[in-house]
């Protein structure tokens, strides 16, 4: 059964810091692409990163670049995402997805045309 679960959502003031985890289980990590995406309050879901199945290439939305850091370890079938300088916009459900990767692949790319398979998500709030 494949699952994806993600964890260590929570309250944060800004400029706080979380780091969000994705367990995965049921298929073999090594072999996809994945993508963290968020929902806010009202608004359509959004991928913010994304990570090549190797972890050689990573994407990130213009909202998130140079505060958030995707990062991977195949062996323990988990992805990470650190979150730093939290803003009050960054407040939404996180999900972390799955998709097979093919050669070609790009990370700028690859998460923005469908996913295999989703988490349930982890709500972040940011407020003071």
């Known amino acids: 059964q494949v699952q994806l679960r993600e964890s260590g959502g929570g309250l944060v003031q800004p400029g706080g810091s979380l780091r969000l985890s994705c367990a995965t289980s049921?298929?073999?990590?090594?072999?996809?692409?994945i993508g963290w995406f968020r929902q806010a309050p009202g608004k359509e879901r959004e991928v913010i990163s994304c990570?090549?199945?190797?972890?050689?290439?990573?994407y990130y939305a213009d909202s998130v670049k140079g505060r958030f850091t995707i990062s991977r370890e195949n062996y323990r079938n988990s992805v990470y995402l650190q979150m730093n300088s939290l803003k009050p916009e960054d407040t939404a459900v996180y999900y972390c997805?799955?998709?097979?990767?093919?050669?070609?692949?790009?990370?700028?790319?690859?998460?923005?045309?469908?996913?295999?398979?989703w988490g349930k998500g982890t709500p972040v709030t940011v407020t003071s």
């Open positions: 049921g298929f073999v990590l090594g072999y996809y692409a």
């Open positions: 990570i090549t199945k190797t972890g050689s290439g990573t």
């Open positions: 997805a799955a998709r097979w990767e093919v050669v070609g692949d790009k990370a700028d790319t690859v998460c923005s045309i469908g996913m295999d398979y």
